[in-house]
């Protein structure tokens, strides 16, 4: 599975008290991973469910995604699989391996 046209993800913001806007939402690694599965030659990863709050909206710091950001994951090798026996579903990138669980929402990032 793969994105043909241009993809724009948006990773929902926080607006709640227990996790305030500032900081990064508790499931962005999901996120970012499922981006990484699927996304094609041009695609867009945005912070916001929309894509836009306006320029006053308190985005995290940089620091706070961990590097994950700038991180170089390289090409992709193919198309995201899914991994019969474990439901995992995962794409081999040139500098890294991606894998997302739909069922636990877990995701892992393993760089090469």
């Known amino acids: 599975m793969q994105h043909d046209g241009p993809l724009?993800?948006?990773?929902?913001?926080?607006?709640?008290?227990?996790n305030p806007p500032e900081q990064v939402s508790?499931?962005?690694l999901q996120h970012l991973a499922g981006f990484l599965l699927v996304r094609g030659r041009?695609?867009?990863?945005t912070p916001s469910a929309d894509g836009w709050v306006g320029d006053d909206y308190?985005?995290?710091?940089r620091e706070a995604y961990q590097g994950?950001?700038?991180?170089?994951?390289?090409?992709p090798m193919g198309l995201c699989?899914?991994?019969a026996a474990s439901?995992?579903?995962?794409?081999?990138?040139?500098?890294?391996?991606?894998?997302l669980?739909?069922?636990v929402w877990q995701a892992n990032i393993t760089m090469k």
Request: charged share 20%; aromatic share 20%.
């Open 8 to 18: 724009l993800w948006s990773v929902p913001h926080n607006s709640s008290v227990v």
């Open 26 to 28: 508790p499931d962005f």
């Open 42 to 45: 041009y695609a867009y990863f």
């Open 58 to 61: 308190p985005y995290p710091p």
């Open 68 to 75: 994950l950001l700038d991180r170089d994951y390289g090409e």
């Open 81 to 83: 699989k899914r991994d």
């Open 87 to 99: 439901g995992w579903w995962v794409r081999e990138w040139t500098k890294a391996t991606v894998s």
């Open 101 to 103: 669980s739909c069922s």
